[in-house]
């Protein structure tokens, strides 16, 4: 008897998020989900009329490959999973793991070659712009234990989040992106924040549980050479296997000149993996009501209600600024009373304040509005 969560979950995968139609073929990448949820979703897969493509990974085994992947070896990865990806209409990313930091001993320079050679190519240049696809986590204890919940609590925190009303929360999201549509500069401040860009042109999308799940934000991407001032981040942040807090960035012409944190090292190593990586890809607003705190898992902490998130790095082709890199950094701030407030500025009018929206058209999407 599976169980009926999974169900529900695999409805919202199928039929809303990706919105299979009879005779597509969606890609399953399933690493370290259980077989029961797999089985669920190739059942969900059949009754649409599609066709399965299901991959089943490890994230122990694929610190091996990671690991001692010669240039070649990667290439040659890259090119079958590409291969994968071309034959499908639609894709699910499911991931669970029982260790966030599995891949933190994994060199640099096998990390540029996964990017170079699998990451970039297969799902940065095809996946995101050419299949319809929904990307997700699996409740773990090890999660549970990051959101500091039990893991009983955990999952019907994941299990809620995952599966709400998300044709409400779209709705009301047309006001939001109607708004950011018509609106030239953003200024956000806040403790150790003071920075301000446009938006003047860039599209503007709604992630209303088509792209992630859990979803929740309206994200665009600001002008590339727009960004001026500085932003402290207050969620902390896991990156290839290292967690980072305390993250400081200062900008200038919309690059990155100054970047501190608890490993400043590191994390200037990271923005120096290209170009492009100390300009910004993306802007966002976070919307989901049911997530209030940071977990380190950014398809969690990216949707916070009363959060922002301003991203180094590779812009998405639908909001694109003309940044290209292998890096796509989603750093979180969060502006609610009880991480120390902050604004958010359009055009000079007050649109949000310590997380709550103050204009009319938008209150719909406080967190009252939206369960």
């Known amino acids: 008897m599976y169980d009926p969560r999974m169900m529900k979950l695999a409805d919202v995968l199928v039929g809303y998020s990706t919105g299979l139609k009879e005779g597509e073929t969606i890609y399953v990448e399933a690493f370290d989900i259980p077989e029961e949820m797999v089985e669920v979703l190739v059942d969900r897969i059949y009754k649409a009329g599609g066709i399965p493509l299901i991959s089943q990974k490890s994230n122990r085994v ?31 990313g499911m991931r669970g793991s029982y260790n966030i930091t599995e891949h933190s001993d994994v060199p640099e320079e096998k990390w540029d070659l996964y990017k170079k050679y699998w990451w970039e190519p297969v799902h940065i240049r095809w996946r995101v712009p050419k299949t319809r696809w929904v990307v997700l986590r699996w409740p773990t204890p090890s999660m549970a234990q990051q959101a500091e919940m039990s893991t009983e609590a955990f999952e019907e925190f994941f299990f809620r989040t995952c599966t709400m009303d998300y044709s409400k929360m779209s709705a ?10 018509r609106t030239d500069e953003v200024v956000i401040k806040g403790p150790g924040t003071d920075i301000r860009f446009s938006i003047k042109e860039i599209p503007v999308i709604k992630a209303d549980g088509h792209l992630n799940l859990p979803d929740g934000e ?13 932003i402290s981040y207050n969620a902390p942040t896991v990156y290839q296997g290292k ?13 990155i000149v100054e970047a501190t944190a608890s490993d400043t090292a590191s ?32 398809l969690f ?49 007050l649109i949000r304040t310590d997380g709550i929206f103050v204009v009319e058209e938008l209150l719909p999407l406080n967190p009252e509005n939206l369960k």
């Open 62 to 92: 694929l610190r091996r490959i990671y690991r001692g992947a010669t240039e070649e070896a990667m290439k040659l990865i890259g090119e079958v999973e590409m291969e994968k990806m071309k034959r499908a209409d639609a894709y699910i």
């Open 172 to 181: 009301a999201m047309d006001a939001l992106k109607d708004l950011m549509e």
């Open 218 to 230: 309206v994200f665009t991407a600001p002008v590339k050479d727009s960004v001026e001032g500085v």
């Open 243 to 255: 967690i980072f807090t305390d993250v400081r960035l200062r900008f200038k012409e919309g690059k």
């Open 267 to 298: 994390l200037n190593k990271i923005l120096d993996t290209d170009e492009g990586a100390r300009y910004t890809g993306e802007f966002a607003i976070g919307l989901n009501p049911y997530i209030t705190r940071p977990m380190k898992d950014i």
């Open 301 to 349: 902490d990216e949707k916070i209600a009363g959060s922002i998130h301003l991203t180094p790095g590779n812009a998405y082709e639908n909001a694109f600024n003309g940044n290209r890199s292998r890096v796509h950094w989603d750093l979180v701030l969060i502006q609610t009373k009880e991480w120390g407030g902050g604004e958010i500025y359009f055009d000079g009018e």
